[in-house]
């Protein structure tokens, strides 16, 4: 069993910088990929992130891409995102989530455990 706790959201301007945390407990955080994913309000949930076991190969959605970085510390068994230059099309809440397989991987059926989200809203 695996349990994720995401912090760090919150309320920020347009061009402002937020870094979301994810806490994980279990023993197979390591030999896991870690992902994050949004949800917008009317909106279906989409990929925004994804990163090895290891650490290597981080993946990112296009509308995100060279704005956010994913990164993950095993020793302290949280997988981090830092957003930058951050839009108003941002805003939604944050889910991060384990993967059942230890490479990358965009699919949201590849994870098996998700965490209860974090808000993000980003005013313009």
């Known amino acids: 069993q695996v349990q994720l706790v995401e912090s760090g959201g919150g309320l920020v301007q347009a061009g402002g910088s937020l870094r979301l945390s994810c806490a994980a407990s279990?023993?197979?955080?390591?030999?896991?990929?870690m992902g994050w994913f949004r949800q917008a309000p009317g909106k279906e949930r989409e990929f925004v992130a994804a990163i090895s076991a290891t650490g290597g190969s981080p993946s990112y959605a296009d509308s995100v891409k060279g704005r956010f970085t994913i990164s993950r510390d095993n020793a302290r068994n949280t997988v981090y995102l830092q957003m930058n230059s951050l839009k108003p099309e941002d805003t939604a809440v944050y889910y991060c989530a384990s993967a059942t397989v230890h490479y990358v991987t965009t699919q949201a059926m590849r994870y098996n455990y998700w965490g209860q989200g974090t808000q993000v809203t980003v005013s313009s």
């Open positions: 279990g023993r197979t955080f390591s030999n896991s990929a």
